[in-house]
């Protein structure tokens, strides 16, 4: 097979189910084709179950929540409207490309492999998986912004290494995603998730509320991180890397020792960056602090600018880098660097045309809210029927896997489901703090399989550097053991965390009554 083929070694029960679902998934059209299908899908089943609705999940908000039909005259209005601002308002897209040009300056003038090949020749190479997951699952402090820069880096290094690029891309996707439930550190997501659980249980027990904060699952999170590290380490190890075989495409550079001059020109580089970290943390606590006294840390000016401070914390190394291996000895050159760095995401920005249109139907004809209340409503029917107990709590698993699969945004599926499931979990004696835990886990642990996840298309550009067939079903097939995996011990240790009671975080119990 050559290089943009899957090459599995062995023929066991597990690798030939892989196979068959990479095939049938890389049956379906290109991921541009299949977004622009689906789009028109959704015009089509918005007009079949026009008028359907649910009660409104929002209950700040009267009324119901009906499709809308965009078959009709207001419909057909809103889709060639909107069509440049659902492009241009894809919310991935300016911030992968911001990111880029700044990754794409160090990958050009060559800092990108001289840091990576010392941190090679640095770190025990056993460890290089595990440092890679755990770097995934730390980034979600800078929110979305580890699904831009971790994947391409991890591939990198592993090729750098001789290893497939491909492992190390699904990798640190795998670790990217897990991180969303797994942290060292508190992050805007624990503070957009601590206040919708505040505003779905505000209304049953306002005394309880009033004691939520937003270390609610920071026991349980601090656990997950070795977890989701083992475990990826694991599977990239022993599922995917042999599943894919030897990596036939172009090798990456010698990483066998660093030159008199590459090392001044990371020295250089790397005095840069501390000098760039001590610059934002002076605005970070400073001119983007914001009002200290009524903003929140994490929703201040400086997490709002993330997606800039990475730009320049790779695009002021990188140009130091530049100048000192004199790759970059004028201003043309920093151009056309930054030039190439556009030109290799050409794909993704035609992609993100179609997905961004996809996106925006799907919100407009209000599709995913019916789907997520209709799921939700069915679980409340179960468990008042004496389905209780374990098997609830993972019914409501399966549930938001599949609401998943229709709603990418951690924070706009939480938005519809807290209003109905953290009550009626309390009504099962669940405090609204795991209710909120049960959540993230089987959103963590299916993000890096759903396509609606608004990064898909991201790391399948990504992945296309390697093997240029790359679709849909290659990346699912690739990543699937991670997501079984995840969701089957991560399930595992929730349960028995449950089972002996210990407290999910500060002042944060399992059992309400």
């Given amino acids: 097979m050559g290089q943009n083929e899957t090459t599995s070694k062995g023929n066991g029960l597990l690798f030939r189910s892989l196979d068959w679902i990479e095939r049938i998934g890389n049956r379906l059209p290109s991921p541009l084709t299949l977004f622009f299908l689906l789009a028109l899908l959704v015009v089509l089943l918005s007009g079949i179950f026009s008028g359907v609705s649910v009660p409104n999940p929002n209950v700040e908000e009267e009324g119901a929540v009906q499709v809308k039909n965009l078959f009709s005259e207001e419909g057909l209005q809103y889709i060639f409207t909107s069509a440049v601002d659902n492009f241009i308002g894809f919310a991935p897209l300016g911030a992968v490309l911001v990111t880029m040009l700044g990754i794409g300056l160090a990958e050009h003038t060559g800092l990108v492999g001289a840091a990576l090949k010392g941190v090679v020749l640095a770190v025990p190479k056993r460890f290089i998986t595990a440092a890679l997951v755990f770097a995934g699952i730390m980034s979600s402090v ?3 912004a580890g699904y831009v820069v971790l994947p391409p880096l991890g591939a990198v290094l592993f090729l750098g290494l001789g290893r497939h690029p491909i492992a190390g891309l699904a990798a640190a996707f795998a670790g990217v995603s897990g991180g969303f439930g797994a942290n060292l550190l508190l992050t805007s997501t624990d503070a957009i998730l601590t206040e919708l659980t505040f505003e779905a249980i505000q209304g049953v027990d306002p005394s309880y509320a009033a004691g939520i904060n937003v270390t609610m699952n920071y026991y349980f999170m ?5 977890l989701i590290t083992i475990l990826g380490t694991w599977v990239t190890h022993r599922i995917v890397e042999p599943r894919l075989g030897a990596y036939e495409g172009e090798k990456g550079e010698d990483l066998e020792q660093l030159t008199i ?8 580089a790397a005095f840069s960056f501390i000098a760039m970290l001590a610059l934002f943390a002076y605005l970070a606590f400073g001119p983007l602090r914001g009002n200290a006294s009524e903003v929140d840390f994490l929703d201040s000016p400086f997490f709002d600018s993330l997606v800039f401070v990475i730009f320049l ?6 140009l130091v880098y530049g100048r000192m291996m004199n790759t970059i000895t004028n201003d043309k050159d920093l151009t056309n660097f930054l030039g190439k760095s556009m030109a290799s995401m050409s794909g993704y920005i035609a992609l993100a045309f179609t997905a961004g249109q996809f996106i925006a139907y799907f919100r407009e004809s209000n599709m995913g809210t019916v789907i997520a209340v209709k799921g939700s409503t069915f ?4 468990g008042d029927g004496g389905f209780t107990g374990i098997p609830l709590i993972l019914t409501f698993m399966v549930i938001t896997m599949g609401v ?9 599926k939480w938005t519809i489901l807290a209003p109905v499931f953290v009550p009626m979990m309390w009504n099962f004696g669940y405090s609204p703090e795991f209710t909120t835990l049960i959540y ?4 963590s642990s299916t993000n890096m399989i759903t396509p609606l996840l608004l990064y898909f298309p991201v790391i399948i550009a990504f992945a296309q550097r390697y093997q240029k067939k790359m679709g849909i079903g290659t990346l699912i097939a690739t990543m699937l053991p991670y997501a079984i995996t995840f969701a089957i011990f991560w399930t595992i240790l929730m349960i028995v965390w449950m089972l002996l009671g210990i407290p999910v975080g500060p002042d944060a119990p399992i059992r309400v009554n």
């Avoid at 601090?222 to 070795?226: E, L, Y």
């Avoid at 679980?379 to 179960?382: A, C, D």
């Avoid at 998943?404 to 706009?412: Q, R």
């Fill in 222 to 226: 601090i656990a997950s991180v070795a």
């Fill in 440 to 443: 993230r886990v089987a959103d």
């Fill in 261 to 268: 001059q590459e090392k001044k020109g990371l020295k250089a």
């Fill in 142 to 144: 800078a929110v979305n």
């Fill in 313 to 318: 914390l790779f695009f002021v190394p990188g």
């Fill in 379 to 382: 679980l409340e029917s179960v």
């Fill in 404 to 412: 998943n699969l229709f709603i990418g945004s951690s924070s706009a």
